[in-house]
């Protein structure tokens, strides 16, 4: 093994080389209000068919007004919109006949408000 000539690299300093990148708040703001999510849908009993309970917070940051529409392996459902402070964030609930309709329980789903040509 040889021996280093003495002469060592000057390290860089990490956070010198990250300090370009912009926080990821900076760059959701620049691109605007989120289009669609993903999120778990979970089934309940208590949710009539047709619809979907939705939490506030995820309703407004994707500005869901009375219908919001679900994607989940090419399959697009258009269902009514209940806002409901039980469901957790990042987890909607819809009635367990989606699962005939093919989505099953505990399914992650892209979920995005349901355009007017729905």
Do not use: C, F
Not at 10 to 28: F, G, M
Not at 65 to 70: D, F, K, L, N, S
Not at 86 to 111: C, F, H, M
Request: hydrophobic share 35%.
């Amino acid at each position: 093994m040889s021996s280093e000539s003495g002469q060592e690299e000057k390290k860089r300093d990490i956070r010198v080389l990250l300090s370009v990148i912009p926080p990821a708040e900076a760059l959701r703001k620049q691109r605007g209000p989120l289009q669609e999510k993903r999120v778990k849908l979970k089934h309940s009993p208590a949710v009539k068919p047709d619809s979907l309970r939705v939490n506030p917070e995820l309703a407004k940051e994707l500005s869901i007004g009375e219908y919001a529409e679900i994607s989940v392996h090419g399959k697009r459902i258009k269902l009514a919109v209940i806002v409901d402070e039980e469901v957790p964030p990042g987890e909607v609930w819809g009635s367990p006949e989606l699962k005939s309709r093919g989505i099953a329980d505990n399914s992650i789903v892209t979920l995005r408000p349901a355009t007017q040509e729905d």
